[in-house]
């Protein structure tokens, strides 16, 4: 397919534990987000990669979060310690560009996390 | 800090209905507005976007409007079918320089009753 791709479409996990959430954007897309949504709320901004480095984590809410991009396309977003206020709806999006006026963000199924 | 509202968070007419959802915002400097629909337990999807020096966009039965001055965008469904039925989320790309990160309103869950 030629959509945003994650990877699991659900997680459960027990409250402590380590999971990796993962992102495949669209070929040739060099901007990738991540956001998270809670139930009843909007998306919330966590981190955004330019290429491999990320240019803006400022949504990231603690230091148990922590994301990668190593090669400038699949991320991996990091969680450690889950607690069971991390249970949310991890989206990730990418677009073609950044940091010009027109910028389309495409957003992937999402994956479900669910901390027992 | 920009914060985006959505009235009314809830919505509910008959099929084919004209209707339009309201979205605002706080800080009027952004570079664009984007609408999105969400299906339950999906991902968001795509309708509109409109750059912050364009007033209106058009798509189908679907046309979003913008007034930045003012901090209000709308969007109007024509026609409205049951196929319509979802949650809509405005976001604005908040003027961060190289970010581009959408600050999304919390929703209007649509109904379209056949």
């Known amino acids: 397919g030629a959509g945003v791709s994650q990877t699991p479409s659900n997680k459960v996990t027990e409250k402590g534990k380590y999971v990796e959430l993962r992102c495949d954007p669209i070929s040739g897309h060099t901007a990738l987000y991540w956001y998270r949504q809670s139930l009843g709320q909007g998306p919330e901004f966590l981190i955004y990669f330019q290429g491999t480095g990320a240019a803006d984590d400022s949504g990231l809410p603690n230091d148990r979060f922590f994301a990668v991009r190593p090669e400038g396309s699949v991320s991996t977003l990091k969680i450690q310690r889950t607690e069971r206020g991390d249970s949310a709806v991890y989206l990730c999006a990418s677009s073609p560009f950044s940091g010009i006026v027109y910028n389309e963000q495409f957003f992937g199924p999402g994956t479900r996390l669910t901390v027992l | 800090k920009q914060e985006v509202t959505q009235i009314p968070a809830a919505l509910s007419v008959p099929e084919g209905e004209n209707l339009v959802l309201n979205c605002s915002f706080t800080?009027?400097?952004?570079?664009?507005l984007q609408w999105f629909r969400q299906d339950p337990g999906k991902g968001l999807t795509s309708l509109l976007l409109i750059q912050s020096s364009q007033r209106e966009q058009t798509s189908g039965r679907l046309n979003a409007s913008l007034d930045k001055s003012s901090g209000r965008s709308t969007l109007y469904i024509a026609a409205s079918q049951p196929g319509d039925s979802a949650t809509y989320l405005c976001?604005?790309?908040?003027?961060?320089?190289?970010?581009?990160?959408?600050?999304f309103g919390t929703g209007t869950l649509l109904a379209v009753q056949p």
């Open positions: 800080d009027s400097a952004i570079y664009n």
């Open positions: 976001a604005v790309d908040n003027y961060g320089g190289a970010t581009n990160k959408l600050i």
